[in-house]
């Protein structure tokens, strides 16, 4: 008798230790697809679960799920657990739903989180002019990712996105500058010429030479002709970098000048722009004191 109660006592522990009873995932993503919104949360709880295999399942099962899923996901936006969080701010963005755009902008000025620039890149995602002013503030945050991140979701909204960027910029220093010049430079539009020749007398300035170049508006050749003498050598490098590309003959002779400058990467730049510039080939001195044609980085 001793030894049942004892068995039924094990049992019973045992019973209190084993986990919530396995979840039939087939019944519950048919309820889910049904348009049971109870079903629904539960996948959206379940992308926090430690197995694997059960939280990309819910992921995939949501993604497909679209819009339904929409307001399950925007009330977990700020849930505790961060692989949940994360897989929530993806699938929002998958799914381009604007309405979460407020939620994920909460979570991008949460300092205390540190992969919060899965909410930028989602932000990027989404893709509505609504997420700009939230991006364009993370373009200073302290975080290096999350202003990387938000640099390039900037770049996708391309023209959208130029004249707050301008705007921004027109005020904006450090690291919040240089965001933004990389992010005009990429989407080449002539609206940012003005203010990038501004920061090409700054602290930016080698920013903003690579970004000019990108442009290759022919107003910019002076300022990057000058930049050939800077004392500072990456904003020499970066300003014979961008003259290939502006193709003009103006800047011909003071590029055979820095073909003789003391730093071998500046003197490669300018014999490769020499040589988009004139169609001919030119030789540079390399490190080992060599003189060689620059190698092709154009196609």
Not at 23 to 47: K, M, N, T
Not at 114 to 132: C, D, F, M, Q, S
């Amino acid at each position: 008798m001793l030894r049942v109660v004892l068995l039924g006592i094990i049992l019973l522990s045992l019973m209190a230790c084993t986990p919530d009873p396995v979840l039939d995932l087939v019944q519950l993503e048919a309820q889910a697809r049904g348009g049971d919104q109870a079903a629904i949360s539960q996948f959206v709880d379940l992308l926090g679960s430690e197995a694997t295999d059960v939280a990309d399942r819910s992921y995939t099962v949501l993604i497909e799920l679209g819009e339904q899923a929409a307001p399950a996901l925007i009330a977990k936006v700020d849930a505790a657990d961060r692989q949940q969080r994360e897989y929530v701010i993806a699938a929002l963005g998958t799914l381009k739903v604007v309405d979460a755009i407020p939620a994920i902008s909460t979570v991008l000025t949460d300092t205390t989180l540190k992969r919060r620039y899965v909410a930028a890149w989602a932000l990027g995602e989404i893709g509505a002019v609504e997420a700009l002013p939230a991006l364009i503030r993370a373009l200073s945050d302290d975080n290096s990712e999350v202003r990387r991140y938000a640099t390039r979701a900037l770049i996708k909204f391309h023209k959208s996105s130029v004249l707050p960027l301008v705007d921004y910029l027109a005020q904006a220093s450090g690291e919040g500058a240089a965001g933004a010049v990389r992010a005009l430079g990429d989407i080449a539009d002539p609206r940012a010429l003005e203010v990038l020749l501004i920061h090409a007398r700054g602290a930016q300035r080698a920013e903003a030479f690579l970004a000019l170049g990108k442009l290759r508006d022919s107003r910019a050749e002076s300022a990057l002709i000058a930049g050939l003498t800077d004392a500072d050598e990456r904003v020499r490098m970066n300003a014979a970098m961008a003259l290939g590309p502006l193709g003009g003959t103006l800047a011909e002779k003071p590029l055979r000048k820095s073909l003789e400058d003391d730093v071998h990467v500046v003197r490669e730049w300018s014999a490769r722009s020499l040589e988009m510039i004139t169609g001919q080939p030119v030789l540079y001195r390399n490190s080992h004191d060599e003189f060689v044609r620059p190698y092709t980085v154009y196609h």
